[in-house]
């Protein structure tokens, strides 16, 4: 990063130097990660401080993942830092920990976020983190033996297995003998937790006293499969699965973006142009199915905007099936660019892509006319799920639940990648915090995102055909240099999907980790439902817009 882009920072000294200045005694060396502009090596009883000076003295105050890993000799977690004002300004607080005592200070005082983040680390990894609010397991059963990821792990060892089917819901400890409580399961197998969600929920009459999110039942072990794939060839076809709704393009440009970036692969400038089309495409199919489901929930309209919705994503399907030849696990980004080119004859793709993005502005009409100008819709949206923005900046919100508290962050402008840069568009904010504004956010960042498809099909139209290179030269096995290391992300369509790869010489990664947007968002729930009405959770857990694909991955 030049000193230009950093105006903060003196003339001469880098971020490295000025974070090495705060933290002082602190930090305890440094280590070279390929995103970051700085890299420090904290002591595990150190961490707090550490993370206290960097949010509150020098703005770092976007906790977007933390990562946990096993060497032969030591645990590591990592803080990946970054500025909700400027994500290109990345620190990575590294932690190692005893290979004999795995135990780590807890961050969760600092940024909440890490209250998820950490459970993570400790259940398929194994560090423990002194001081940790809530140190349970989070993916896997609270009776699993060992931890996934660590290298002594054992995948034939027997499970111990309670049969919890056979519990009373309401067993004492969830009672309150002074208090007229109630504990209500919602989920995990019904329509409107969008997925295998369990919501362990507390009423006090009515309302939500206490709202307990049980995830993992969809827990696929991705992060593994990815470590045990090829980069150029076998790990591509997983991301389609992680939001297996509709968005995945965007999951193979995370998963891309990071490898590139790895590999030092450049992307020919007529891929970045379909890349960037077709991910907006799928980011309007995302918003197309949130929005439905989300009428869905509140005030149950299944026969009108239910079904226009899937109506307008089934358009969009069929030009990405025209594309891509599939029309829900895409594989079509390769390393180094996309599969094949657009299809032929390419005046009907284009005239079929025309076509969609003419209608787009009528239909987008109904609705509002249906859906935000529903005075049943607005009372069950407006000032309900109120989500401040410093609480989600602590919860390291992103997409339209962050752009929905008046949080200006979207890495399409804020980090450029693709083709975005080049292109006219704005990033889409509302300021009410609530329900209503995320579903305004979506609705208009469709608008935006047309704008996007329009410029790009403009692009491709004029496209010189001796100049239209789909893939750079990538080598046919890649073996990134050891112990590698790069966090990079992309705006997917629920917020902020990142990828954290660590290489070990091999074809295949040492470490993979993916960064969920739904994952750190869904952790808002709590602090946007309790001490309201029970029917206003529904309508909260559906303005977040999750997958449990992604979720659990």
Request: with cysteine; charged share 30%.
């Amino acid at each position: 990063m030049s000193v230009e882009e950093t105006p903060e920072i003196e003339a001469g000294v880098t971020v490295e130097d000025e974070v090495l200045e705060r933290l002082g005694d602190l930090a305890q060396g440094t280590e070279e990660h390929l995103n970051a502009d700085a890299s420090v090596v904290v002591r595990p009883d150190q961490v707090q401080d550490t993370l206290f000076a960097l949010r509150d003295d020098m703005g770092y105050d976007h906790l977007s993942c933390v990562t946990a890993q096993e060497y032969e000799d030591r645990y590591e977690s990592i803080y990946h830092l970054k500025k909700y004002d400027d994500p290109t300004q990345e620190v990575s607080v590294v932690v190692p920990a005893s290979k004999d005592e795995p135990v780590s200070q807890t961050a969760e005082p600092v940024f909440r976020t890490a209250d998820w983040h950490e459970r993570e680390a400790y259940d398929l990894v194994g560090i423990d983190y002194e001081g940790h609010p809530d140190p349970r397991r989070i993916l896997l059963p609270d009776t699993w033996q060992g931890h996934p990821l660590g290298q002594d792990y054992d995948q034939d060892s027997p499970q111990i297995v309670t049969l919890g089917e056979w519990d009373n819901p309401l067993r004492d400890d969830h009672m309150d003998s002074e208090a007229d409580t109630m504990f209500l399961n919602i989920g995990p197998h019904h329509p409107a937790t969008h997925g295998v969600l369990h919501l362990k929920t507390v009423l006090d009459g009515e309302t939500v006293a206490d709202v307990d999110p049980d995830i993992g039942y969809l827990h696929r072990c991705e992060e593994q499969m990815c470590q045990n794939g090829t980069y150029r060839h076998q790990i591509m076809p997983y991301p389609d699965r992680w939001d297996y709704i509709s968005a995945g393009i965007l999951n193979e440009w995370a998963y891309a973006r990071a490898a590139e970036d790895l590999a030092d692969i450049e992307v020919p400038e007529y891929a970045q142009v379909i890349r960037t089309m077709s991910a907006e495409l799928c980011r309007i199919a995302s918003h197309m199915l949130a929005v439905a489901t989300f009428a869905l929930d509140v005030y149950g309209d299944f026969t009108a905007l239910f079904q226009y919705g899937v109506r307008d994503r089934e358009v969009i399907q069929n030009i990405l099936e025209d594309l891509t030849g599939q029309r829900m696990m895409f594989n079509y980004l390769r390393l180094g660019g996309v599969a094949w080119d657009l299809p032929e004859p390419r005046e009907e793709f284009f005239e079929n892509t025309r076509d969609f993005l003419e209608e787009l502005p009528a239909k987008l009409e109904e609705y509002h006319d249906l859906l935000t100008g529903n005075e049943i819709f607005q009372i069950r949206c407006v000032n309900t799920g109120i989500l401040e923005p410093e609480v989600a900046k602590s919860y390291g919100a992103t997409g339209p639940v962050a752009r929905g508290s008046g949080i200006d962050y979207d890495l399409r402008r804020d980090d450029p990648y693709g083709y975005y840069d080049e292109l006219d568009w704005d990033v889409v904010t509302e300021d009410g915090c609530d329900n209503y504004s995320r579903v305004l956010v979506r609705l208009q960042e469709v608008e935006e995102s047309a704008k996007i498809i329009e410029q790009c099909v403009d692009l491709l139209e004029e496209w010189p055909e001796d100049e239209r290179t789909i893939q750079s030269n990538v080598p046919r096995t890649l073996k990134p240099e050891a112990d590698t290391e790069t966090y990079r992300a992309v705006e997917g369509a629920k917020g902020e999907l990142g990828i954290y790869i660590r290489a070990d010489g091999t074809d295949k990664p040492g470490r993979f980790k993916i960064r969920s947007p739904c994952f750190s968002n869904l952790q808002t729930l709590g602090e946007m439902s309790e001490g309201e009405y029970i029917a206003d959770l529904i309508a909260s857990l559906g303005s977040l817009d999750i997958v449990l694909g992604e979720v659990d991955r």
